[in-house]
T-cell receptor, first 115, second 114 residues
């Protein structure tokens, strides 16, 4: 069984460009979470999505960041007009979110470097 | 609000020695607790989790953790360290019953010396 897939694994952008990060959850999982890991820090929750719905975006910066999880296709985390402070590893996780199966399965991450 | 504290950002042990990584949590509801391991430039892999029931939880690679409600702790242990255990370890708590959103500690980097 394929786990959570993320691409690209590495992404380099110049300041002001856009970054698009993709996440395909485990087959059968309908819940997706995005986390950000800054250098030498733990993971910080950004957003929680179900198909076509944003459930909790309390960890998303108010500007430049957006996320979607369409009916078909992967979840997308989009960062507009990137700045150097956006350089981090972005992890996607998926779960079934049913009683008795609370585990989140993480992808390998996308490492964004803003020059 | 839920939070996680991991005491010791770096832990060093000799191969064959006991591994003890500390995790204390704060939660307004009965917690679901997790330990994840992260190898360099990789994603997080679940080691073990506590939801309900038995407070001593066994995970992969010989790790185990004990949920102690009175101490609000969920320390991770392994009787004998192996070189391959060198990695970053994260403790996490689920933030509420309504969501699987995880609150992570800042991590503990484990070094194993021969």
């Amino acid at each position: 069984n394929a786990g959570v897939m993320q691409n690209p694994r590495h992404l380099v952008r110049r300041r002001g460009q856009e970054a698009r990060l993709r996440c395909s959850p485990v087959k059968g999982h309908s819940h997706v979470y995005w986390y950000r890991q800054l250098p030498e820090e733990g993971l910080k929750f950004m957003v929680y999505l179900q198909k076509e719905n944003i459930i909790d975006e309390s960890g998303m910066p108010k500007e430049r960041f957006s996320a979607e999880f369409p009916k078909e296709g992967p979840s997308i985390l989009r960062i507009q007009q990137v700045v150097r402070g956006d350089s981090a590893a972005y992890f996607c996780a998926s779960s079934q979110n049913v009683a008795g199966e609370e585990t989140q399965y993480f992808g390998p991450g996308t490492r964004l470097l803003v020059l | 609000a839920q939070s996680v504290t991991q005491l010791g950002s770096h832990v060093s042990v000799s191969e064959g020695a006991l591994v003890l990584l500390r995790c204390n949590y704060s939660s307004s509801v009965p917690p679901y607790l997790f330990w994840y391991v992260q190898y360099p430039n990789q994603g997080l892999q679940l080691l073990l989790k506590y939801t309900t029931g038995a407070t001593l939880v066994k995970g992969i690679n010989g790790f185990e953790a004990e949920f102690k409600k009175s101490e609000t702790s969920f320390h991770l242990t392994k009787p004998s360290a192996h070189m391959s255990d060198a990695a970053e370890y994260f403790c996490a708590v689920r933030s509420s019953y309504n969501t699987d959103k995880l609150i992570f500690g800042t991590g503990t980097r484990l070094q194993v010396f021969p």
